[in-house]
């Protein structure tokens, strides 16, 4: 029986005394924090309140830090035992369980994401991407990639502010279980959480040079990539910056992984369950305000069932509860940049002017910070340009179908291949789509699912190689193909 009465919830607000956020950071190098010259603000994006000061790494701090991270490789990484590694590693798991808290609020602050995605997924997810390769560090001979593999040297690792900490746990843990040695460099609106993870090298007394952490902004970032001292180049990013990386490491003998952008399929079939599915949907494409390379951007609906899941997708929406992200009833948060939001609200605007149909649940928006309405738009095609391009926020574009092949041929028609969702209760047909889906990952019934012994990576424009699981170590070592 449905009612009109609704719960007020009362403010659950988590506390943010846990942290200590120093007003000026350095860089992370060679085991110690040094001084940076240039710094730029790092802001709370939900409040555009200014945290901390960060360092902006130049071509002599870079160089120290290629430096620092080749004489830990030859000197103690690259000779240790991968027993002794995966000491280290499970170290730096544990701590990072211990210091969950501290992690999530300070995500959560620097991010904009609520305090309920980074303390129930980011957080728990790195630590156990630590955990999972922690086990593989005196394994690397059985996992099936040659008798004696060997790590690559210097890896140069360079994420975006998405997941912070989670991209770092990605790109770091399977690195050091193979032996390698590493310059991260965080993005440079999110770099807080590194900069605690440095602090965590420390407590865990990981070797001096082991990690390295710059940080600064795409410059910083370019000249990792184009530094001759690096082995291997590990990107999570956009498409277009995956390309200058491509282009600059063709030359070289750099290895490179490129992890970029997405247009995901959600597909929902006419047998689906659809209460589940309309939870699926909403996940798919709201988890983390929309700013997830996987995100189901692209609802694709069998046509005898388009109404009723729009009717109670709507319902659905109504109750996202946008806001506060430090409150812990908050569903989507704010968006990470005012850039990101100018993206957004342009792209939308593009789908506005193609003729799309634009629905938003009425939100009141708080009126410091940076913020977007959970928005849906209908009667979207395939030639329109909110169908194609990568949003990177809590927009959806619907599209129909009438039938099975027809629903493949309009999810592959994509320059992307990362993810892809299926909904429908035979697993017969779940089967079939998902051999004919040209994506790097493919969920049933359910989305937005990782593990860290998952392998993740796309098709096409969505990126070279994989990471986690068995595949993604590979990444790490010498002469096996990571594809
Ligand atoms: P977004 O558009 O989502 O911000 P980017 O691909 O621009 O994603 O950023 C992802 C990461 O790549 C960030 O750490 C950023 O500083 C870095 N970056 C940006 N431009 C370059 C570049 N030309 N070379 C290397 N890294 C870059």
Not at 320 to 349: C, F, H, W, Y
């Amino acid at each position: 029986m449905e009612t009109d009465m609704t719960f007020e919830y009362a403010p659950a607000p988590e506390s943010r005394a846990i942290v200590t956020i120093k007003p000026k950071y350095g860089h992370f190098i060679g085991g110690k924090f040094v001084p940076g010259s240039k710094h730029f603000p790092t802001i709370n994006p939900a409040t555009e309140e200014v945290l901390s000061q960060i360092a902006l790494a130049g071509k002599a701090d870079v160089d120290a830090a290629v430096k620092a991270a080749r004489k830990a490789y030859t000197s103690t990484w690259s000779k240790m035992s991968g027993k002794e590694r995966g000491k280290y590693l499970y170290r730096i798991a544990r701590i990072m369980q211990e210091r969950a808290r501290e992690f999530a609020v300070l995500e959560t602050l620097d991010n904009g994401k609520p305090i309920r995605e980074s303390r129930d997924t980011d957080i728990p997810l790195a630590a156990a991407h630590f955990f999972y390769h922690a086990g593989w560090a005196d394994k690397l001979e059985y996992a099936g990639l040659g008798t004696s593999p060997k790590p690559l040297g210097v890896a140069g690792q360079i994420i975006p502010w998405n997941f912070p900490l989670l991209m770092l746990a990605w790109k770091v843990a399977p690195a050091l279980a193979a032996g390698n040695t590493v310059v991260l460099k965080p993005a440079e609106s999110t770099p807080l959480t590194a900069l605690l993870f440095a602090e965590v090298c420390q407590q865990a007394e990981l070797p001096a040079g082991v990690v390295n952490i710059v940080t600064g902004d795409g410059s910083t970032g370019a000249l990792i990539v184009n530094h001759p001292g690096i082995d291997k180049i590990a990107f999570t990013g956009s498409t277009e910056v995956g390309k200058i990386i491509a282009r600059a490491v063709a030359p070289t003998k750099k290895s490179v992984t490129l992890e970029l952008g997405g247009k995901a399929a959600n597909i929902v079939f006419d047998d689906a369950p659809i209460d589940e599915t309309v939870e699926g949907i909403v996940n798919g494409i709201f988890f983390n305000q929309g700013h997830v390379c996987c995100a189901g951007s692209r609802l694709l609906l069998q046509e005898s069932v388009a109404e009723e899941v729009l009717h109670k997708l709507k319902n659905r929406m109504e109750k996202i509860r946008v806001g506060d992200p430090m409150d812990k009833n908050t569903d989507v948060g704010a968006i990470n940049s005012k850039e990101q939001l100018a993206k957004i609200i342009e792209l939308s605007a593009v789908g506005d002017a193609e003729g799309a149909e634009r629905w938003s649940p009425a939100c009141e928006l708080p009126s410091k910070g940076f913020w977007f309405a959970p928005t849906i738009f209908t009667g979207v095609t395939q030639a329109h340009r909110i169908a194609r391009e990568e949003i990177f926020g809590p927009v959806l574009s619907v599209l129909t179908f009438r039938t099975p092949q027809e629903a493949i041929e309009k999810a592959n028609n994509t320059p992307f291949g990362l993810s892809a969702g299926i909904w429908s209760e035979k697993g017969s047909r779940t089967l079939w789509a998902s051999q004919q889906l040209r994506a790097g990952v493919i969920w049933a019934n359910t989305f937005n699912k990782f593990d860290p012994t998952s392998p993740f990576g796309g098709y096409k424009e969505s990126g070279w190689g994989r990471e986690g699981g068995r595949h993604g170590l590979a990444a790490y070592l010498k002469g096996v193909s990571h594809e």
